[in-house]
């Protein structure tokens, strides 16, 4: 049973629809939240970030947090070509200066025209 | 700001051959990271290195080792390279604090096949 489970998709969207990406996670000690955006052949790029529950929007993307539920979710509104891309939820306890972030798999993401 | 940088980008190494993956950041960030991903797996955290002078094994340490040589650089060894070491490796650093926004930032990542 993998910590942080994320559904591999792909998930083909049109362009200008709303899209939702999706994690759950099994550790309760996880308290930040984050959301990175993979393009082909490059490194992950950290778009969205979160500590605890509740919601946090930045132009198209709004990141939400249910630690009740312990499920994260990403929407993405007026999708766009642009935003094709792999979406990984990662995730960390609180404590340590090192404390390691626990990635999902990874959401493939194709907005098409 | 180049922010972190690996080298090489792409390396083909036949089995059992020895190899240096090298990373360095330009950000003063105090903690440093391997990981490599694989499809299907994700990214799997192999060592980190807290601060300097300081490294611990992740999620996936067997068949690799680390040096974390000042601040700045931290080089991931395969002494003996296994066809189940192919996969694209990412060094991540972090400022290693606990204050808000003190993310990973990643290199874009070396692409290892070992035949």
């Known amino acids: 049973q993998k910590e942080v489970e994320q559904d591999p998709g792909p998930l083909s969207v049109p362009e200008g629809a709303i899209v939702s990406l999706n994690c759950t996670y099994s550790?309760?000690?996880?308290?930040?939240f984050m959301w990175y955006r993979q393009y082909s052949r490059k490194g992950p790029e950290l778009l969205m970030y979160t500590y605890s529950s509740g919601n946090k929007e930045d132009g198209r993307f709004t990141a939400q947090v249910d630690k009740s539920s312990k499920y994260i979710s990403l929407f993405i509104r007026d999708s766009q070509p642009s935003d094709s891309a792999t979406y990984l939820c990662?995730?960390?306890?609180?404590?340590?200066?090192?404390?390691?972030?626990?990635f999902g798999t990874g959401t493939r993401l194709q907005v098409t025209l | 700001n180049a922010g972190v940088t690996q080298t090489p980008k792409f390396q083909v190494l036949k089995t059992g051959q020895s190899m240096t993956l090298q990373c360095a950041q330009d950000?003063?960030?105090?903690?440093m990271y391997w990981y490599r991903q694989d499809p299907g797996m994700g990214l799997r955290l192999i060592y980190y290195?807290?601060?300097?002078?300081?490294?611990d094994k992740g999620e996936v340490p067997n068949g690799y080792n680390v040096s974390r040589l000042n601040k700045r650089e931290f080089s991931l060894r395969l002494e003996s390279a296994a066809p189940s070491q192919t996969s694209v490796y990412f060094c991540?650093?972090?400022?290693?604090?606990?204050?808000?926004?003190?993310?990973?930032?990643f290199g874009q990542g070396t692409r290892l096949t070992v035949v």
């Open positions: 990662a995730m960390r306890p609180h404590t340590g200066t090192a404390s390691k972030l626990t």
């Open positions: 290195s807290a601060s300097e002078g300081t490294t």
């Open positions: 950000m003063n960030h105090n903690s």
């Open positions: 991540a650093s972090r400022r290693g604090s606990l204050v808000t926004g003190s993310e990973a930032f």
């Open positions: 550790n309760s000690a996880f308290q930040y």
